[in-house]
């Protein structure tokens, strides 16, 4: 199973226990089902709005009570990001959106950690000062964190690069998957992922922006009469590009001359096409090339070996 099918899996199977959940906790509230604990449990939501936290006792209308309004958050957080998606048409859009998920997301952990903690008769304020969070925001890590919160919201008004372009990132070329507000996600052909600090994107190419070209260097033999294999390509190109309309943007060019190497005269092509099929593009132009020369019968020299047999 790939990662997508994996990661997609796992959000159904999220969405559907929380959905239980909630469903769990409203059926207990509305119904004396759990007895007494119940009637405590309908109490709790009576008072969701008004409530004191100077009572710490815990029980287990509180336990129920959180869970519950944990699930309704992450029900709520799904929804958004599912409709997020649906409005996902455009790479400019996706990106926009991927980056309101990703605050969406944020928002919502928040949100959900401070509900409960003042379900269960606890002060947040007073619970992130004990546990020291107020120090870390304070800190060199909030620093670092604000940075790349800046650095992401830069990349989508300015649109750098969004979701679908291929970038290369140091030596790294992938397509961009995800730009959240901390970190852009890029994956190469080989299905491997990159995570990257936004504030840590400061050298990159972006290879969708415009057209690219595919380039192929094939070698003739120094017997070969270049006017000839000329006059060939010249007629041939546009038929080549004809049948390659798919991956090709525009007739294929005859470079020239590129080398004069030890035992071949060396021919340059490019070929202009979009970046997601510029390898492609390559291999089609090795391979029509190849044919063409094997149907004129123009040499392409390869290492040969002689052997000198003593007597």
Request: aromatic share 10%; charged share 20%; glycine share 8%.
């Amino acid at each position: 199973m790939s990662k997508k099918k994996s990661s997609r899996s796992s959000g159904i199977v999220g969405f559907f226990v929380a959905l239980l959940l909630l469903g769990f906790v409203i059926f207990a509230g509305q119904t004396d089902y759990l007895g007494p604990i119940s009637a405590d449990l309908r109490a709790e939501f009576s008072a969701l709005y008004t409530r004191s936290t100077v009572d710490y006792e815990l029980t287990a209308a509180k336990l129920l009570a959180a869970v519950g309004v944990l699930c309704l958050i992450y029900l709520v957080c799904r929804i958004l990001r599912l409709l997020l998606k649906l409005f996902s048409r455009s790479a400019r859009t996706r990106t926009v959106n991927e980056l309101v998920g990703s605050i969406i997301t944020y928002l919502a952990v928040i949100l959900g950690i401070v509900w409960a903690l003042t379900i269960l008769g606890l002060d947040p304020t007073a619970a992130f000062a004990s546990l020291g969070i107020v120090t870390l925001i304070v800190g060199f890590a909030a620093q670092r964190l604000i940075e790349d919160v800046i650095s992401g919201l830069f990349i989508v008004l300015e649109g750098q690069y969004n979701v679908g372009d291929i970038i290369i990132l140091d030596d790294f070329r992938g397509t961009v998957k995800r730009i959240g507000v901390r970190t852009t996600t890029v994956v190469d052909l080989g299905g491997n992922y990159k995570v990257v600090n936004n504030s840590d994107i400061r050298n990159f190419q972006n290879r969708s922006k415009a057209l690219s070209l595919a380039v192929s260097e094939i070698g003739i033999s120094y017997e070969e009469d270049i006017p000839r294999v000329e006059a060939i390509l010249t007629e041939a190109l546009p038929e080549i590009y004809e049948r390659n309309q798919d991956v090709f943007a525009d007739v294929p060019d005859y470079m020239g001359v590129e080398d004069l190497a030890d035992s071949a005269v060396v021919l340059r092509f490019t070929v202009a096409c979009r970046e997601q099929n510029v390898f492609v593009a390559r291999r089609r132009l090795n391979r029509e090339l190849r044919l063409l020369f094997a149907k004129h019968s123009i040499g392409i020299p390869y290492p040969q070996i002689t052997v000198w047999k003593g007597e």
